[in-house]
T-cell receptor, first 116, second 110 residues
């Protein structure tokens, strides 16, 4: 299995530009999570989906952030317009349906975003 | 909302010394998970604890879940340089959402 796939791995953009981060969860997983990691704030949950439906978006910082999951194999996190304080590593993670021994989250490699 | 506190923030040890990180939740947890993140990498699942007072071992790593299901610890015996990284605890709910602690950064000096 290829694991969770994220693209791009690195993104450098200028303030005000739109940024789109992409995630392909592990096939068969039905929950998908977007996290942001910074030194100051640690690992923060932004939003998560279950069966393609957003369940909890209380961690989305503000209206500049939006996330979609049009199908079971693809999700996007968009920032528009981007600001320097959005610079962070963004992780996507997925989990299989409940019923297994552990409901561990499988993380992708992350996208390192730098907003100048 | 649920808060998960983890201490210490940093721990520097000499190779061969033991290491412990502690995790405390503001609310009773359904389960607790532990993850390890190597420098420049992504969090990788280590273990999940579900039962009150549960203790699990993985080689040199011992994980405990408190009786009240509000605290947990990870103990590493005789650290090795390969143990370097950040260790996170994450409090789980019955519907899969995790709240991560701030992590403990472990440095091991050879």
């Amino acid at each position: 299995d290829a694991g969770v796939i994220q693209s791009p791995r690195h993104e450098v953009t200028e303030m005000g530009q739109e940024v789109t981060l992409r995630c392909k969860p592990i096939s068969g997983h039905n929950s998908l999570f977007w996290y942001r990691q910074t030194m100051m704030r640690g690992l923060e949950l932004l939003i998560y989906f279950n069966n393609n439906v957003p369940i909890d978006d209380s961690g989305m910082p503000e209206d500049r952030f939006s996330a979609k999951m049009p199908n079971a194999s693809f999700s996007t996190l968009k920032i528009q317009p981007s600001e320097p304080r959005d610079s962070a590593v963004y992780f996507c993670a997925s989990t299989p349906p409940p019923g297994g021994s552990d409901n561990e989250q499988f993380f992708g490699p992350g996208t390192r975003l730098t907003v100048l | 909302g649920q808060q998960v506190m983890q201490i210490p923030q940093y721990q520097h040890v000499q190779e061969g010394e033991d290491f412990t990180t502690y995790c405390n939740s503001s609310t009773t947890l359904s389960n607790i998970q532990w993850y390890k993140q190597r420098p420049g990498g992504h969090p990788v699942f280590l273990i999940q604890l579900v039962k009150s007072g549960e203790v699990k071992k993985q080689k040199r790593l011992t994980f405990q879940f408190g009786e009240a299901k509000k605290n947990s610890s990870l103990h590493i015996t005789a650290t090795q340089t390969t143990d370097v990284g950040t260790y996170f605890c994450a409090g789980g709910t019955s519907y899969g959402k995790l709240t991560f602690g701030q992590g403990t950064i472990l440095t091991v000096h050879p």
